[in-house]
């Protein structure tokens, strides 16, 4: 069964950068789409980024220009990089296999000065 295990959330200042990692293991050996998502303190759970196998990308419009979802095939790992980061973007981002229930256990990304 595939696992998702994210990393990399942390506390930044506004306009600064950061990037998360979603670690991918177990299933079959082939690439899987992988999609990220974060959820803020009482808000609905909202789409980021995602990338399917061949490595073609999509964003939220409230990311786009400024995230960048990528894939390191051989490390089994998908990255979101994530720069000019805002006070909005404050949120635990989750990676997911699309289509199912596997969710990774999610990391803290707090943007604050």
């Known amino acids: 069964q595939v696992q998702l295990v994210e990393s990399g959330g942390a506390l930044v200042q506004p306009g600064g950068s950061l990037t998360l990692s979603c670690a991918v293991s177990?299933?079959?050996?082939?690439?899987?789409?992988i999609m990220w998502y974060r959820q803020a303190p009482g808000k609905q759970r909202q789409l980021v980024a995602g990338?399917?196998?061949?490595?073609?990308?999509n964003y939220g419009r409230s990311v786009q220009g400024r995230f960048t979802v990528s894939r390191d095939n051989a490390k089994n790992t998908v990255f979101l990089q994530m720069n000019d980061l805002k006070h909005e973007d404050t949120a635990v981002y989750y990676c997911?296999?699309?289509?199912?229930?596997?969710w990774g256990q999610g990391t803290q990304v707090t943007v604050s000065s």
């Open positions: 997911t296999l699309p289509g199912t229930h596997v």
């Open positions: 177990g299933g079959r050996d082939m690439l899987y789409p």
């Open positions: 990338i399917t196998d061949t490595g073609t990308t």
